[in-house]
């Protein structure tokens, strides 16, 4: 059976600091049978992200202050990207 993208990150959760957000996610709970290399976070609104090669929590920076902000996860494998995680929205410091 050929494999397939990864499903979503679970558990998304974000902890704000002074202009960034520390994300955290658990594994999904498929790697799509390839294994899973990287995952990458990104912000909404905005173009800012960050990628982690394995880990399970990245910091987004240069957030603006005041602003609200929710964060989606995707697992990649040598498939593409799977169906993504998302955080609630939080409001930067």
Known sequence: M???????????????????????????????GAAISSFRVFASPGTRACQTSGRTKCTVKRLKSGKRYRFTVYALNANGAGPAGTSRRVRIR
Do not use: F, I, L, Y
């Not at 494999?3 to 902890?15: D, N, W």
């Not at 996610?25 to 498929?30: E, H, K, L, R, V």
């Open 2 to 32: 050929p494999s397939t993208v990864p499903g979503s990150p679970r558990s998304v959760k974000v902890k704000v600091r002074r202009g960034k957000a520390v994300v955290r996610w658990s594994w999904p709970t498929s790697d799509g």
